[in-house]
């Protein structure tokens, strides 16, 4: 049953890629540490099974289980989100091939980008993508070979249209990429509104318990996939074993998890727009969020990012440092609560470009502990 795609998602979740182990029937496969294979004469592999940058069971697992939820046919998974969007990229692009991007995307995504790609001779343009009238100019001027969006993005939580994004992007030959890491697919599917790649930080969300770094991408094209599959085989970053099973067992709790994450959110959001000294919320799901319409069609739910304009620089400064439950760390997506600055933490590497993210910002990361204790430590830090 493990990729009947005519299930649910939580069931999916849960099941796809999980099969029982055959010789014991033990109902969690087990963790396939070995590094080789016997082969049964020379040649003669097991399931095509050789050495463990090549293959392991317990990627296949984890790789089985992400192209169910997000419905692909083929997944592929690596040791973090930058090693996916490595890989992807360099099986796109050569010299003079162009990328799209997003102009509030992940800091890592346009490090890898305008650092390690540009002086290889790939260009970049920087948009607006939720605004689709300058995405459609920005094409129509010169084709890129990928355009690359976030949404929700990182932390204004923009939306943009996918499947609008798509049809631009296909008209000019270009393929379409979202980065999923906000949302999860337990709440939106890129590659069913069209986009042709699905990335993700599997460190987020997706592993969702702040203890394993991961990345993966999810498509349906075959030729791309085997073109990725064989740079994921050839330059090795892999996820390791022990990443793979993590990534797996925090999967199986996504839909419960994206649920009570969307709840919180909503309530953390809806106290702070209350507030006197909130200047700006952005959630995707409160009916004053621009995107809002958009999101509650493209979206099942809202998620767990909420970020916060408070008054000045320093009072946003203030309330990151005086939360107790929300932890000040980076990252996102784990059941614990975080807060963090974008301006001199996440963010610091884009301070004084155009992606630049305001000084009054907090980004909060909604965990899935007890709501009244969320909310009253969120109170407390206002006031202070
Ligand atoms: C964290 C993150 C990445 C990078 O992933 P790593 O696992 O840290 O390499 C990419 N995109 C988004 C949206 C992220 O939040």
Do not use: C
């Not at 099969?19 to 399931?47: C, E, K």
């Not at 990229?89 to 997003?102: H, Q, S, T, W």
């Not at 296909?170 to 939106?188: I, K, Y």
């Not at 998890?257 to 727009?273: C, D, K, T, W, Y």
């Amino acid at each position: 049953m493990t990729t009947d795609a005519a299930r649910g998602f939580a069931s999916l979740a849960v099941h796809a890629g999980q099969d029982f182990d055959p010789t014991t029937g033990a109902v969690i496969p087990p963790v396939h540490f070995s590094t080789t294979y016997a082969q049964d004469g020379i040649g003669g592999l097991r399931n095509g099974y050789e050495y463990g940058r090549s293959g392991n069971p317990t990627r296949t697992a984890l790789q089985t289980q992400l192209a169910a939820i997000e419905g692909g046919a083929h997944a592929l998974s690596f040791a973090s989100g930058l090693a996916a969007e490595d890989a992807l990229l360099r099986a796109l692009l050569k010299p003079g091939d162009e990328v799209l991007l997003g102009n509030d995307v992940y800091g890592g995504t346009y490090r890898l980008l305008a650092r390690v790609l540009a002086p290889w001779g790939v260009g970049l343009r920087v948009v607006d993508m939720s605004d689709l009238d300058e995405v459609r100019a920005a094409v129509a001027e010169r084709a890129p070979r990928i355009v690359w969006v976030e949404t929700p993005s990182n932390p204004l939580l923009r939306i943009t249209d996918i499947a609008g994004l798509a049809a631009i992007g296909h008209e000019v030959g270009a393929l379409v990429v979202v980065d999923n890491t906000f949302a999860t697919p337990a709440l939106q599917r890129p590659l069913a509104l069209g986009a042709d790649v699905v990335v993700h930080s599997t460190t987020k969300y997706l592993g969702g318990h702040s203890d394993v770094v991961g990345g993966a991408l999810v498509l349906g094209d075959d030729a791309l996939a085997e073109q990725i599959g064989f740079l994921q085989f050839a330059v090795g970053a892999v996820s390791g074993p022990l990443d793979a099973w993590l990534t797996t067992r925090g999967i199986k709790t996504l839909a419960v998890r994206m649920q009570r994450h969307s709840e919180n959110a909503l309530a953390v959001a809806s106290l702070l727009e209350g507030s006197s000294r909130v200047a700006r919320v952005y959630y995707p799901g409160l009916e004053s969020h621009p995107g809002h319409a958009l999101a509650a069609r493209q979206m099942s739910g809202f998620g767990g990012i909420v970020s916060v304009a408070l008054e000045s620089g320093e009072a946003a400064r203030r309330f990151a440092e005086s939360t107790q439950l929300f932890q000040l760390a980076e990252s996102l997506g784990g059941v614990e609560s975080l807060v963090n600055y974008p301006d001199a933490m996440t963010h610091a590497s884009v301070r004084g470009t155009d992606a630049a993210v305001p000084v009054e910002v907090v980004r909060l990361s909604v965990g899935i502990e007890s709501v009244d204790d969320l909310l009253a430590d969120v109170e407390q830090a206002l006031t202070r």
